[in-house]
Nanobody, 124 residues
């Protein structure tokens, strides 16, 4: 069983920064792409960013491009999301997920394991 545990969420002011971490169990972490999704209050879960298994390629939602950076450290079985220039509309529960399929990278259907989520709140 694969377990994913997010951490690093919290309360920040608009314009501030935060770095989220996602620690994964298992010995095959480096074989899978990883993604971040978020769900704001009263909204559906949406794609934020993903990264290939080696870290060579990254993809971002237009809403976060230029502000967020996804990265990974395969030796530590950890994926990160660096969030800069935060806006109130970034307020959401952020989830990391393993990309178990190779269909559409921004689709939740591409991901087979999910973490419990970590809350990010951005005040104005």
């Amino acid at each position: 069983q694969v377990q994913l545990v997010e951490s690093g969420g919290g309360l920040v002011q608009a314009g501030g920064s935060l770095r989220l971490s996602c620690a994964a169990s298992g010995r095959t972490f480096s074989s899978y792409g990883m993604g971040w999704f978020r769900q704001g209050p009263g909204k559906e879960r949406e794609f934020v960013a993903c990264i290939t298994s080696s870290g060579a390629r990254t993809y971002y939602a237009d809403s976060v491009k230029g502000r967020f950076t996804i990265s990974r450290d395969n030796a530590k079985n950890t994926v990160y999301l660096q969030m800069n220039s935060l806006k109130p509309e970034d307020t959401a529960v952020y989830y990391c997920a393993r990309r178990g399929y190779s269909g559409i990278y921004y689709s939740m259907g591409d991901y087979d394991y999910w973490g419990q989520g970590t809350q990010v709140t951005v005040s104005s």
